[in-house]
């Protein structure tokens, strides 16, 4: 290993010895760029690494919120402002029970890398409170928001930092803390993005991270091997936004999707997923995948998310949460003859799976490059903000399809510029940190 890398990533662990999944991605990152840095003396002089995985700016603060029936409940939040070198800070916020500092900073770090990818210009943000939604009434939800917010909103602005949803941050909760900020700050400016069609949203943002994957993975199939989604098996983890719209375009693009997941299990259709059945499920009703067999008597159920990953198929889109797929899954992948493994959550395939993948060379979209169509969405949100204009759902997909491809054609012109045309994990993050450590050089000490 690389002295400058290395010195660095122990300099993590006797610093933040607890942060699990924020060392796990720096050290993917940082070992992915030695060969860069090895070309880049000015980096290691410069304290560029040791900066590059110290967040500008960490808030943490409190919630505090009634329930219906009067009692009090307090909440975690935070909020990761963790590059502004190309731009505002720019992520999600996310509600889950299980978010915690580490996670805020992982997916900070590498939302730094993805937003640089999109080639707009937007800093690296994340946020989000271990508050969970489920079993919430509308109200709860809503005040929650609101309290959330009330901490918040002295944080964030148009030109300094953007959040917008992640998991459990839909539309809905977007909606809500957007009401509270213009309460508050009473003005009407794009300081959240993912708002509502009637208030300043972008047509296709809800469909853009699952369509912006498919774009990636047809581009990455079409150079690559020759192929396309057509006439492929897929198989997609999760059956929440992103999963959803990622099955829309598969089938649009002629692939068969045959199973889908939620966190209690998977179903599996060999006749194909009825994707209609499936938004009314989890869209409308928030119910369980499960339910699915209710109405499609030859589908099967699975209790336990993980199995899902031997189904055999051509392409594999993890589309649920980290971790998700470990080097066990990648083994059976291979094994049945998967083509691509292209990620629209963050971080769902382990380190070892993501190695094992690449060596034998399948296809594989690291989540950075893959499912950045969401946040280019959003920043073509805030550029529609800023004109006072709205686009057509035309012009906003043609603007996401070309952004994708053009992410796939950066990661690739890199992974084989550095040895390994399967190799797109070195190709995105060299070309995202290529673009963020030029401009943190170019502006002096800070
Ligand atoms: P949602 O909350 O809409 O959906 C998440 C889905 O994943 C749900 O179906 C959920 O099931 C399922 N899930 C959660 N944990 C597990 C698990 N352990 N095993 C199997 N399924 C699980 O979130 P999104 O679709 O928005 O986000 C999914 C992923 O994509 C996240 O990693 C997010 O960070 C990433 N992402 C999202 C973007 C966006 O625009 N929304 C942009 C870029 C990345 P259940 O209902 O049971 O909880």
């Given amino acids: 290993?690389?002295?400058?890398?290395?010195?660095?990533?122990?300099?993590?662990?006797?610093?933040?010895?607890?942060?699990?999944?924020?060392?796990?991605?720096?050290?993917?990152?940082?070992?992915?760029?030695?060969?860069?840095?090895?070309?880049?003396?000015?980096?290691?002089?410069?304290?560029?690494?040791?900066?590059?995985?110290?967040?500008?700016?960490?808030?943490?603060?409190?919630?505090?919120?009634?329930?219906?029936?009067?009692?009090?409940?307090?909440?975690?939040?935070?909020?990761?402002?963790?590059?502004?070198?190309?731009?505002?800070f720019k992520g999600g916020l996310r509600f889950h029970p299980s978010v915690n500092q580490s996670i805020i900073k992982f997916l900070g770090l590498e939302q730094t890398l993805k937003n640089s990818l999109t080639?707009?210009?937007?800093?690296?943000?994340?946020?989000?409170?271990?508050?969970?939604?489920?079993?919430?009434?509308?109200?709860?939800?809503?005040?929650?928001?609101?309290?959330?917010?009330?901490?918040?909103?002295?944080?964030?602005?148009?030109?300094?930092?953007?959040?917008?949803?992640?998991?459990?941050?839909?539309?809905?909760?977007?909606?809500?803390?957007?009401g509270q900020y213009r309460r508050i700050c009473n003005e009407s400016v794009g300081t959240l993005t993912g708002k509502g069609i009637t208030f300043g949203g972008s047509l296709a943002r809800k469909e853009a991270t699952g369509y912006g994957l498919c774009y990636f993975t047809e581009e990455a199939m079409k150079e690559i091997l020759n192929e396309s989604f057509n006439n492929n098996i897929v198989v997609i983890s999760g059956s929440g936004n992103v999963a959803i719209y990622a099955c829309e375009k598969a089938i649009e693009l002629g692939a068969k999707v045959v199973a889908m997941s939620d966190s209690d299990g998977y179903i599996y259709d060999e006749n194909g997923i009825d994707l209609a059945l499936v938004k009314e499920i989890k869209e409308i009703n928030r119910g369980r995948i499960k339910e699915y067999i209710n109405v499609h008597k030859n589908a099967t159920y699975v209790e336990g998310s993980s199995g899902i990953w031997t189904i055999k198929c051509d392409i594999a889109l993890p589309c649920a949460t980290q971790n998700e797929l470990d080097l066990e899954s990648a083994k059976i992948l291979v094994k049945n003859g998967v083509k691509a493994v292209c990620?629209?959550?963050?971080?769902?395939?382990?380190?070892?799976?993501?190695?094992?993948?690449?060596?034998?060379?399948?296809?594989?979209?690291?989540?950075?490059?893959?499912?950045?169509?969401?946040?280019?969405?959003?920043?073509?949100?805030?550029?529609?903000?800023?004109?006072?204009?709205?686009?057509?759902?035309?012009?906003?997909?043609?603007?996401?399809?070309?952004?994708?491809?053009n992410i796939f054609k950066n990661c690739y012109q890199i992974a084989k510029e550095y040895g390994n045309q399967y190799d797109l994990l070195k190709g995105a993050n060299i070309a995202g940190f290529e673009k963020v450590s030029k401009a943190m050089l170019e502006q002096g000490l800070m």
Wanted: charged share 25%.
């Fill in 343 to 405: 990620e629209g959550a963050n971080m769902p395939s382990t380190l070892e799976a993501a190695y094992y993948l690449i060596e034998n060379k399948v296809i594989y979209g690291p989540a950075k490059a893959a499912n950045a169509g969401g946040v280019a969405t959003s920043g073509l949100e805030m550029s529609q903000n800023s004109s006072r204009l709205q686009w057509s759902f035309e012009t906003v997909d043609n603007k996401l399809k070309e952004i994708m491809i």
């Fill in 119 to 178: 080639g707009l210009p937007m800093g690296g943000g994340k946020g989000g409170s271990d508050f969970d939604p489920k079993g919430k009434s509308e109200r709860e939800i809503m005040r929650f928001c609101q309290a959330f917010i009330t901490e918040l909103y002295r944080h964030i602005g148009q030109f300094r930092d953007v959040p917008a949803g992640d998991i459990g941050v839909g539309a809905r909760e977007v909606g809500y803390m957007y």
């Fill in 1 to 88: 290993m690389n002295k400058y890398v290395e010195r660095v990533l122990n300099e993590l662990n006797t610093k933040y010895p607890n942060e699990v999944e924020f060392k796990q991605a720096a050290s993917e990152i940082l070992n992915s760029l030695v060969p860069y840095v090895e070309k880049h003396p000015e980096l290691e002089k410069n304290k560029i690494l040791e900066r590059f995985v110290e967040p500008e700016r960490l808030i943490s603060f409190r919630v505090v919120w009634e329930r219906d029936n009067g009692e009090v409940e307090v909440n975690r939040a935070y909020r990761v402002q963790f590059n502004s070198a190309i731009g505002p």
